[in-house]
């Protein structure tokens, strides 16, 4: 079994194709970082343009890759949702159009799905798990029980950790993508001899038995104690290097024991149910940080759970899992009609309860 998987949800565009044995016959991601780095952020405007200028060229890249034309295709997966509409509906189109030409199953998949199930391509790995989904987008834990049947135990209130290192980045002055810049400047900051520890920076949740998040105190901490140190010179005019460098180090720390300590309070709430999971999975882009992979780690080994990382091209926005996750649909005869609607949002577990406040991820 052969699937093309495509993924536009957000500001990468990719393609891939994947054999149901676990073979990645391609994986094209084309980034559009340059595209928005002057804009600080992601223009949705901008990446659903970019993806419609650059996708058809992509397939046809990662078709001559793996030396497969469409007939030799069991189906054409996209990612249907949830994530920013304009890519979304470039995606879908493309991939029901690729469908309807070849007479190949269609199949919608959940972008959420793709990022739970990636741990499956890489690994050996037996339903159920225990996943923390921690990227720009999403922050969440799943209990993944089985293919289309996720409970989320809990579940950002605001910001995500991505999002949260993306904000803090640029109130430092330190760039986008915020993630590996602020690794980069702790781990200079840590090079001196420095510990952030002379840094009061909260560490929300901290200690609460339901595994929620919430970023949004810690951004505005951090902003205040900016302020005071930059006083009249105003953010952005007082960064000296080694002082920004020190609160990144501060800055990481706080989200690195915020993530272990929402760990093991999930860990704990998914012992209760009826199934109990047998691993421990993270993904999604915070994943590459090595701090937070390395405390992560001791959680799990603390628990005694075997801790799974897909390989860092997996935790990041990619096509392979999207492909991968057509599969283990196509492999269950779940196909999607054609008149399938692009869906901006479009939670995994449907029937957990809505958490308040502005900007809930699914
Ligand atoms: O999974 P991803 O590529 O896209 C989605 O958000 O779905 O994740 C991107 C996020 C960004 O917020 C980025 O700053 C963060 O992951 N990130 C990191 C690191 N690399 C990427 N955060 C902390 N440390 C990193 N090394
Ligand atoms: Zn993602």
Redesign the pocket.
Known sequence: MIVLGIETS?DETAAAIVRDDGTILADLVLSQLADHRPYGGVVPEIAARSHLEHLDGLIDEAMRKAGIDYDALDGIAATGGPGLIGGVIVGVTMAKAIAAAAGKPFLAINHLEGHALSARLSDTLEFPYLLLLV????CQFLMVEDVGSYKRLGTTLDDAA??A??KAAKLLGLGY????A??RAAARAAARGETGSGIDLPRPMKGRPQPDFSFSGLKTALRHLVAARAGAKGIGGAIDADWGEAYALAFQNAVVETLADRSEAAIHVARQGAEKPGAFVVA???A??RSVRAALAAVAERNGLRFVVPPLEHC??NAAMIAWAGIEHLKRGDISALDFAPRPRWPLDPDAPKRGGAGVKA
């Open positions: 957000c990227s720009g987008g999403h991505g999002e290192f993306d993508p915020g993630g590996p602020i690794e999604g882009g915070v590459a940080n990041t926005d």
